[in-house]
């Protein structure tokens, strides 16, 4: 019940209201600008209605900048504009969609970037624009490649190991079916390696590997790969054409 003294609930509830920062026009806005995550508004074509300010600076877009119109694709390193435009074909159906990308501007760090688009649905249904929110995950990505290269590469000399030179033989000699081409397996230890270690020491057996390593990696063919199978026993595996003289010239 209003007593009509200075304090009374209306007019309590009139000044918070006319300071409510919600109330303000640009609020939703402001709202989007203080996310960390990179969002941005799509038209169905593929151009950019709006993105927020992570999004212009992930994107290399001028902070600030309130004209768009710009082709979302065309924002996107090569390499992922093929993904990009399936998740969008997606997304245009009224899908939601995911995919990786990447962040690359000159000079700075390359980014990975997780991407998830969800159609905005009208009444009846129908996608009148898609939502872009672009979230890095550099950090959970290079974690990822820190435990893979751990599992797949030989701690002393970085080539692949045992393990990996399996997958990897397997592979390309499927690949090598498809294609109707052959895959050269050079097997290569070293004469007298032991007495290496014994007169010089396993810090110089070492050393060696390292260099043999080096050397082996500085001349592999296209596509090729080298590995280290233990000790001083490498492999190196490489496809070649229909001709088996060039298994002979690249052993020479």
Not at 48 to 66: K, W
Not at 137 to 146: C, D, F, P
Not at 165 to 193: A, P
């Amino acid at each position: 019940m209003d007593n009509g003294e200075p304090g009374s609930a209306r007019e309590n509830y009139s000044a918070e209201h006319v300071s409510d920062p919600t109330d303000h026009p640009d609020f939703y806005k402001q709202m989007l600008d203080v996310s960390v995550d990179c969002i941005k508004l799509l038209n169905l074509d593929g151009t950019v209605r709006y993105i927020n300010r992570s999004g212009c600076i992930a994107l290399g877009v001028p902070v600030g900048e309130t004209v768009f119109g710009m082709d979302w694709l065309s924002l996107m390193p090569a390499s992922v504009r093929h993904n990009g435009k399936r998740a969008l074909t997606r997304a245009r159906k009224g899908q939601k969609a995911q995919f990786s990308g990447l962040r690359m501007l000159r000079g700075q760090k390359t980014m990975f970037m997780e991407n998830i688009l969800t159609p905005v649905l009208n009444g009846q249904g129908k996608a009148t624009a898609i939502l872009c929110v672009s979230r890095d995950i550099t950090v959970q990505r290079e974690a990822e490649m820190r435990l893979r290269s751990a599992s797949e590469n030989d701690p002393l000399t970085g080539l692949f190991n045992r393990r990996a030179f399996r997958s990897r033989l397997h592979r390309m000699l499927n690949q090598s079916r498809i294609e109707d081409r052959k895959v050269g397996l050079f097997l290569i230890d070293l004469d007298h390696f032991k007495h290496v270690n014994d007169a010089l020491g396993y810090a110089a057996g070492d050393y060696l590997l390292r260099v043999l390593s080096r050397r082996l990696t500085a001349i592999l063919p296209p596509d090729g790969f080298v590995a280290r199978l233990g000790g001083d026993e490498f492999a190196i595996v490489c496809p070649i054409g229909n001709d088996d003289s060039e298994m002979g010239a690249f052993a020479e």
